[in-house]
């Protein structure tokens, strides 16, 4: 079992609509999620990250926690051509001394 | 403020070579992070150092090394290069410890291996 773990989609959203990406992760203990997206070509940015278990929005973004089944998710509203591009969950291990980033999940958002 | 700076950008080396990357990270950050990405491995952890000392590690052989300098820069090094070595090497400064997950990333270097 991957530590962190992500549809590698496509996931095809047509503009407008809400896009949904999850993420699970193994080590119980995380307590720190991140989401990374990276269009194609260029290297990752941050865009969320979250803490605590429960909804956590900035802007057209929702990142979603839930410790108790492990996993955490991203929602984006309103989806524009733009957010085109692959996104990356990261989790730190329980012990705070390691970060793991999920494979990715590729989103095409069509106009 | 500049951003994380890597050089170069692209290479082509061959088999038995080696090469060495350079990362000049954000101004004020201490921490610097090293990652290999492929298409099918996705981002790989291959060094952390914050003050010039090696926090972790990642599962790499012992051709990938890496070191940082006084002034927070930082080289990753890799001998005795295989086809496989070919990747995006991605590294990213951090204003606290890399492992705490805000990393901020330079644009990479693009190593083929032939």
């Known amino acids: 079992q991957k530590e962190v773990e992500q549809n590698s989609g496509p996931l095809s959203v047509p503009e407008g609509a809400i896009a949904s990406l999850n993420c699970t992760y193994s080590?119980?203990?995380?307590?720190?999620f991140f989401w990374y997206r990276q269009y194609s070509g260029k290297s990752p940015e941050l865009i969320m990250f979250?803490?605590?278990?429960g909804d956590k929005e900035d802007g057209r973004f929702t990142a979603q926690l839930n410790k108790a089944s492990q996993y955490v998710s991203l929602l984006i509203r309103d989806s524009q051509p733009s957010d085109s591009a692959t996104y990356l969950c990261?989790?730190?291990?329980?012990?705070?001394?390691?970060?793991?980033f999920g494979g990715g999940t590729r989103v095409l958002v069509k106009p | 403020k500049a951003g994380v700076t890597q050089t170069p950008r692209y290479l082509i080396k061959t088999r038995g070579q080696q090469v060495t990357l350079s990362c000049s990270p954000i101004?004020?950050?201490?921490?610097v992070s090293w990652y290999q990405q492929t298409p099918g491995q996705g981002l790989q952890f291959l060094f952390e150092?914050?003050?010039?000392?090696?926090?972790n590690k990642g599962n790499f052989p012992g051709r990938f090394s890496g070191r940082q300098f006084s002034n927070s820069r930082s080289e990753m090094n890799v001998s005795t290069l295989e086809l496989g070595d070919s990747a995006l090497y991605l590294c990213?400064?951090?204003?606290?410890?890399?492992?705490?997950?805000?990393?901020?990333f330079g644009e990479g270097s693009r190593l083929t291996v032939l």
């Open positions: 080590d119980r203990g995380s307590q720190s």
């Open positions: 101004s004020g950050h201490r921490s």
């Open positions: 979250i803490y605590s278990n």
């Open positions: 990213a400064s951090s204003p606290g410890l890399p492992h705490t997950g805000e990393l901020f």
């Open positions: 150092y914050f003050s010039e000392t090696q926090r």
């Open positions: 990261a989790v730190t291990s329980a012990a705070g001394n390691k970060l793991t």
